[in-house]
């Protein structure tokens, strides 16, 4: 288990972390969500070793991870780290980078273990490629599998799929957790993205102002968001008399007292997502078909 018991850091002079902590069990799958600049990545370089904390411990089972004062080498050997800016080899092949930490002892081994990370990644295609020659999105995968090539205990994942387009993110996402799942391997993945969350995730905290401010399954904190901020990670919402409603939890109907004019309906491929007024507020709720503008209509929650 990764234990991080009320660690606080700062650069300067500002706490980024102020005593936080949190667990994550083998094999477990953490999501770090939270505005940017509020310290996901921080948060990873510390898991990492990259820095010295300025209070509190880290624990991987029983082994402390210590910052650069304490190792000469930054990163356990038992973990690996993707950080937001990879770092590859850019003048030899896509096999040979994703190689590069690999004995060269068994070499039909090595070639078989490369050709299934080249699987994990969908980069069969680019394996005699050179690196310098790939987009971002490429880039990203060959990072991804260089990572898991000699099976860490640990991964930490920094915006994994910010740099990879929509035709390939769905099912990059599935392949990659399905794999470190299957080698239960613990992965902790900082993100702004739902999707890599609510189906991947076992477990997700929000940090907020250096704090925690909450740590729950995907699931209930969708379904109950205590606050705006944690609401508007997962979809568009709406505070009525102070209650977080999302969007897709108001429906038309023929009559009530929630009267709202329609001004302006987004099409969303399967629905469209329906801006209104309702008494000077702007509202927001899903419906099957385009609604008129200055069509005035009626909402019930649905809960
Ligand atoms: P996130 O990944 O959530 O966007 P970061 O961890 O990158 O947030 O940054 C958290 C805060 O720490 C920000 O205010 C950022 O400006 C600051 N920060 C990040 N890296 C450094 C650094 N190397 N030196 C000083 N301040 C930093
Ligand atoms: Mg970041």
Redo the contacts with the bound molecule.
Sequence with gaps: MLQVKNISFK??TQF?LNNISFKVKAGEHLSII?E???????LLKILYGTYDLNKGQIFWKDQEILGPKYNLIIGPEYMKYVAQEFDLMPFISVAENIGAFLSNFYPEEKQERIKELLDVVELNDFANTKVKLLSGGQKQRVALARAIAKQPEILLLDEPFSHIDNFKKQSLRRSLFKYLKEKNITCIV?THDKDDVLSFSDTMIILHEAKIIANNSPKHLYKNPKNKLIASFFDEFNDINGDIIYANQLQLVEKSKLKATVKVSYYKGYYYLIEADLNGEKIFFENQSEIKKDTVISLEIIK
Excluded: E, I, N, R
Aim: hydrophobic share 15%.
């Design positions: 650069y300067k980024v939270g940017s600049g509020s310290g996901k990545s921080t900082a």
